[in-house]
């Protein structure tokens, strides 16, 4: 059965709604009057715990299966390739989850990683099977109940190398796996490859890849719009490491904090 609020709590929030009528009925909301009027009476269901944001890793990095070279024919290779400058030649900023729908389509929306002068990353060889790193996102209301539930993938194709040397990127993206968003509720989930992300990390006569991939997540509702970040750096070598985030490693930091509070017990 729902718990409704008292009436100083409705009063409180139908003054928060009557402040802000340009954000609950723009012709571009994702809310109708109906979710409105349903704001006014239930202000609860409405408001997102953002302590209760929580992305979990699953499992180990999964290989994906190796897609084929495209068909349009690649331009050669011209002279002036340098190894140690790498570039993303791709996409920078793109949406993979519009009000609750997945947009993203992972063959033709990524980023890359790849020397300077290369045109297309099927100019550079030796390329790895394609890996993911799966995540589960939940946000829950003010009841507790989950609002948001989203697994999505990290995906990379990694390796790939011009003459022998280097390791660098391509087909980084992000694929949504599962979209579930409550009523009244609306997500957006975009991702970000600033240029200055796209380094080197490695030496000038043998580069390795490094960049920095930003999701940003937004829930909104008629009384709250809350908005979280999630920092992945990725590497050449197919590695991954969530650097920014809402991050919950379950057993992992359990198990972590288990072993530091037994090392100190030994020293007392």
Partial sequence: MTKYPSSVALSAVAALLLSVPAFAQTGDSPFTPLMIKAAKQDPKYFTVDESTIKVAPLGP????????PPQEPVPPVGTGVDID????????????????????????????????????????????????????????NAYGSKMVDVKFQV?????????????YLTGV??????????????????AEVPDSSVINVG???DPLAGMMVTLTM???????????KMLYYLEGNGSLKEIGG???????DKVSKAIEKASALQFE
């Fill in 155 to 167: 995906l990379r194709t990694y390796g790939g190398k011009y003459k022998g040397k280097g390791q």
């Fill in 246 to 252: 809402p991050f919950d490693f379950g057993m992992k």
């Fill in 203 to 205: 030496t000038s006569e």
């Fill in 218 to 228: 937004r829930v909104r509702t008629v009384i709250k719009d809350s908005t979280v």
């Fill in 85 to 140: 400058q790498i570039l993303n030649i791709a996409e920078r900023i793109w949406a993979i989850i519009e009000k609750n729908k997945p947009v993203v389509n992972i063959k033709t929306t990524y980023a890359t990683a790849v020397p300077k002068g290369i045109d297309h990353w099927t100019q550079l060889e030796s390329w790895k099977m394609p890996i993911g790193n799966v995540y589960h996102i939940v946000a829950k």
């Fill in 173 to 190: 993206t992000i694929e949504p796996l599962l979209v579930e968003v409550g009523w009244g509720y609306s997500l957006d989930l975009n």
């Fill in 61 to 68: 990095a999964v290989e994906m299966k190796k897609e084929e």
